[in-house]
Structure formats: structure tokens, C-alpha cells
């Protein structure tokens, strides 16, 4: 009896082991699953087209707030996520979207934008919208701005929110990557969701 027993505990232990490996995703970046916020938006993309989240369903969704004029921030998470998309290679980039919302549309018009991104990755999306547009989906998000003076008159720059949403093929809300954490969490994280489904 005591053989028996001891054999179902080892295959209890094995099979809970097995199950372990293929369980939850391990993420780098911060998990915030069941998040009560960024929920969704509605932008317009450098092409004209009007998008929501919605839209990218079955991809995974990348979310950044930033503006083309930014001297430091965006353009080093924009680099970041085109090398994390290199990593990843083609058959699993083409299920990933990067977008960039401008949080400074009176600069950022969807010509600067297509521009702007493009030069990063030919399939990463500028997104755009009416101040009121830009303060709901920021509002949403839980992304801080404001205009800050700048050297000259006349010119400003933006101060604002500098991390980055990553959302699954299913249009959850997943993670946030801090500014800085590199390429190889974004491309760690990413293949995770993607393996999930």
C-alpha cells in the first residue's frame, strides 16, 4: 500500500513539475495583468485610418507615448523595440505592432509621424488625434504630459510618461516596461505572449 501511495505522490509531484513548465508566461518586464485601466483609444494613424485597439486584435500590441521632436526618450525606445522585432525575425515580428502615440499633435501631423516612425521600422504605426483625443487616450493610460518652455522663443519641449504598455493577441493588457530596460526584454517578453496565444 505504502509503494502505491509513494508512486501516485511521484507522479502527483511529476505531473504538477510538467505543468509548471508549461504554465504562466515569465516575464522581465512588470506584469499587470487585470490592470482596471488602458482599456482602449481612439487615434488616428499616420495613414488617416482611425484606430482602436481593437483594430490589432491578434497581434500583440505595443504602446509607447512620445513626439518626434524628443530628444532622448522616445527615440531610444523606438530603437530598442526595432531591435527586439530584429530579434524576434520575421515569422514572429509580423504578429507584433508598435505604436507610437504623439502626446504634442500640433507638431506631430501624420506626414512628421510616417516619417518619423517609419525610420525606425517600416511597420511600426504613428498615431495622432485632437488635443481633447490625445487627453482622453493619455488620461486612460495613466501618461503624464505637459509642455515645457524651450531655449528659444517660441520653442518647447514635452515632458512626459516614459514607459511602454504591452498588450496580448487578445487585446489584454499585459506589461509595463520601465524606460531603459533594453531590447532583450522587449523581445523576451514579447516571444513569451506570443507562445501563449
Request: aromatic residues 10%; proline residues 4%.
Amino acid at each position: 500500500m505504502r509503494t502505491i501511495l509513494r508512486r501516485g505522490f511521484v507522479a502527483f509531484v511529476l505531473a504538477a513539475l510538467a505543468a509548471c513548465g508549461r504554465g504562466e508566461p515569465q516575464f522581465r518586464a512588470t506584469d499587470i495583468t487585470g490592470a482596471q485601466f488602458g482599456r482602449s483609444f481612439e487615434l488616428t494613424d499616420h495613414t488617416g485610418k482611425t484606430r482602436r485597439l481593437a483594430d490589432f486584435r491578434g497581434k500583440v500590441v505595443v504602446l509607447f507615448f512620445g513626439y518626434t521632436h524628443c530628444p532622448d526618450l522616445c527615440p531610444t525606445t523606438l530603437a530598442e523595440l526595432a531591435a527586439a522585432l530584429r530579434k524576434l525575425g520575421p515569422d514572429q515580428a509580423q504578429h507584433v505592432q508598435v505604436l507610437l502615440a504623439t502626446v504634442d499633435p500640433e507638431r506631430d501631423t501624420r506626414e512628421v509621424l510616417r516619417g518619423y516612425v517609419t525610420a525606425f521600422d517600416p511597420n511600426f504605426l504613428g498615431l495622432t488625434g485632437s488635443a481633447q483625443q490625445i487627453a482622453a487616450a493619455t488620461k486612460e493610460f495613466k501618461v503624464i504630459y505637459q509642455k515645457a518652455p524651450g531655449s528659444q522663443a517660441g520653442s518647447y519641449t514635452m515632458d512626459h510618461s516614459a514607459g511602454t504598455y504591452i498588450f496580448d493577441a487578445q487585446g489584454r493588457l499585459r506589461l509595463f516596461v520601465s524606460y531603459g530596460q533594453g531590447a532583450d526584454v522587449f523581445a523576451h517578453d514579447i516571444r513569451e505572449l506570443l507562445k501563449a496565444g
